[in-house]
Nanobody, 125 residues
Framework: QVQLVESGGGSVQAGGSLRLSCAASGYTYSSYVMGWFRQAPGKEREGVAS???????RYTDSVQGRFTIARDNAKNTLYLQMNSLKFEDAAMYYC???????????????????WGQGTQVTVSS
C-alpha cells in the first residue's frame, strides 16, 4: 500500500525559508517520479517541482531559483527546500508519486497516481 506523508509546513515570514519532507512507503520509491504540488484556496492544484528517477528536475516558473526539490532514495524521502518565500507561495503543499510521466507532463497533477494528505504553508508579513 503506497503511503506518502508530508511534514515541515508551518508559518513563516515573507523572505524566509521552509523545508518540506515527504516520507514514502509501500512501493519502490527510487523508480518513481516524485512531485510537489500546491493548492491555495479557490485555486486549482498546480505543479511546483518534480524529480524523476534519475534526478532530473523541473520547476514551475514562479519558484525557479527559489525552491529546490531533492530525493534521498536511501531514506525513501522527498524534500522541497523553499527559500525567499512570497505571499503567493502560501498554500497546502502535497507530494505525489507516479510510475512514469512524460517530461512535458511532470508538473501536471492528473498524471500522478498517489498523493499525500498535504502540509500547510502560511506566509506572513
Amino acid at each position: 500500500q503506497v503511503q506518502l506523508v508530508e511534514s515541515g509546513g508551518g508559518s513563516v515570514q515573507a523572505g524566509g525559508s521552509l523545508r518540506l519532507s515527504c516520507a514514502a512507503s509501500g512501493y519502490t520509491y527510487s523508480s518513481y517520479v516524485m512531485g510537489w504540488f500546491r493548492q491555495a484556496p479557490g485555486k486549482e492544484r498546480e505543479g511546483v517541482a518534480s524529480i524523476d528517477s534519475i534526478g532530473r528536475t523541473r520547476y514551475t516558473d514562479s519558484v525557479q531559483g527559489r525552491f529546490t526539490i531533492a530525493r534521498d532514495n536511501a531514506k525513501n524521502t522527498l524534500y522541497l527546500q523553499m527559500n525567499s518565500l512570497k505571499f503567493e507561495d502560501a498554500a497546502m503543499y502535497y507530494c505525489a508519486a507516479a510510475r512514469a510521466v512524460l517530461w512535458t507532463h511532470l508538473l501536471v497533477p492528473a498524471k500522478y497516481n498517489y498523493w499525500g494528505q498535504g502540509t500547510q504553508v502560511t506566509v506572513s508579513s
